[in-house]
């Protein structure tokens, strides 16, 4: 009895090891998948919305495109809506 007892915690540690390892690689896929591209999307939408207050309206437009490119929201959408309406009203 006493080797199967000495057994069992090993036995624990593989499966804790296991589950551990199992969700290191879930949230690196994650950050892969989802994370990343969504900070970067952010980011090109944060930059087209500082240069849309500054009157920059061709920088914000490509900072935009390169935000919907990445991923798609509904903020760049209207950002974009608001776009057209200033190359609108200046034609």
């Given at each position: 009895m006493s080797i199967l007892s000495r057994l069992k915690p090993?036995?624990?540690?593989?499966?804790?090891?296991?589950?551990?390892?199992?969700?290191?690689?879930?949230?690196?896929?994650?950050?892969?998948?989802?994370?990343?591209?969504?900070?970067?999307?952010?980011?090109?939408?944060?930059?087209?919305?500082?240069?849309?207050?500054?009157?920059?309206?061709?920088d914000s437009r490509e900072y935009l495109d390169e935000s919907l490119s990445i991923w798609d929201t509904q903020e760049a959408r209207e950002l974009q809506d608001m776009l057209k309406d200033v190359q609108n009203s200046s034609e």
């Open positions: 090993s036995r624990n540690v593989a499966a804790m090891l296991m589950v551990s390892l199992v969700v290191a690689l879930l949230v690196l896929a994650y950050m892969f998948l989802v994370g990343i591209p969504m900070t970067q999307a952010r980011n090109a939408y944060n930059k087209a919305q500082i240069a849309y207050e500054r009157g920059d309206y061709d």
